[in-house]
DNA sequence: GAATGTGAAGGTTTTCACAGCA
DNA sequence: TGCTGTGAAAACCTTCACATTC
């Protein structure tokens, strides 16, 4: 990444891109996606920022950490965009995920159709209970959690989707760990430890009923709505 | 609200919280319910912040914000500050839950677990099929989408959850606002338009796997792990 | 004329550091 | 001595405003 060789987009070495313009980056594709069935051929920051309720200086920010992919007068290329920000979140491939924990929010996101189309493949999943493991899911057999480590190898998963309740998240995320994947994202509402080479985002589902609940009690002013 | 009679915590008035700090009174508060269990009387606001990996100045200006609820020398007290906190996000008490669309993701927040632990109790389920509607989930018999309105007024709900298509979900919540509902999370995918007095969450999924993609490929090093 | 790309300004959030109290 | 509560400083993020380009 050091020695990258720069193209058309920048290279990203030693700069830090925030958190948020990275969600926001999603929020662009999301947004060209439906621009380009629309039939638009180009598209202006004002017009993409109304689209996320974001402000059109926020999205030429946002775009030049990464490059110059508009024409002054004109806007940006709605399908070239798209295409480009695939590249940076590196959606323009195909992701092999397994997924941990055939509950009932497990078994929900086998059949979430918005990871496939972001390029997200559920191709692998582990349960600990006897009455799962061999039963089929949307064309998948459930793997013994017993044969994490080494099935997780064997079928090259990048990322683990972590469904399980949240008193063996901590154990199963170490194995995880071992396992080698680099990649996890929990929805067990537990603090999990892991190694600082280990990206690991938090699903928290409650958190935002509670930040609802928190605003009504409050008669809280939001300036933003949430990402 | 302008009006609060304060007692032992500071009132809001005019005082903007940030989202952040919110969300960490969550993790706060899930933490405390934690260390109630193990026993603990007392915590320190470096222990507290170990625990979700956040660090101490953090946990007392957070805090701060709304009362002064440790003891200097000593730490917060475990149950009071738990409590103080429920009160504070306003989980001191059961809300009444409308869930809308009972599909993959739907079906399975109806069984989550953890809503019901913070006082979220789903008491009415929407869909528009026909084969759905008059179903039992759970003990809740599905209403039809086409009584939105009035049945939510009679039931006094006070919060929605959307898992519809993105397609719908525009329209449909344009229904739920008609109808007098303040707070919504919205799991689909798409950019809802509400006025600006209703509470908007949203929860996106792909977002997160969208994260972790980009962090791979870009190598990108994270300063913190999402909250 | 229209809209990008970007330094500089402005605003917000986090961290520091220490006075004050048990 | 230990730890809170909090102004001040530092870091970070967003918005402004304008030179630049098509």
Redesign the interface.
Known sequence: ?STDIDTSSKS?SGK??S?ST??R???Y???LSLLEKEGYETVSSKVLAR???LTPAQVRKDLSFFGSFGTRGLGYPVADLKKEIAV????DRV?R?ALVGIG??G???V??K??A????QIVKLFDNDQRKIGSNHKGIIVSDINNLATELAEDNI??V?LTVPATVAQYIVDEIVKAGI????NFA???LKVPDDI?????????????????????????K???
Chains 1, 2 share one sequence.
């Open positions: 990444m990203l830090r891109i958190e990275i969600n980056l999603s929020l594709y999301r947004a689209r996320e309720k940076i979140l590196g959606i992701w995920v009932n929010i078994s929900a996101l059949s979430y918005e990871f189309r972001q390029g997200f990048e990322m989707v680099k990649a996890i994202l509402p537990v603090n990206y690991l985002r938090n699903e928290n589902m409650s958190m935002e009923l509670e930040y609802l609940s928190f605003a009504i009690v409050n008669n809280h002013t939001q300036k709505v949430k990402l």
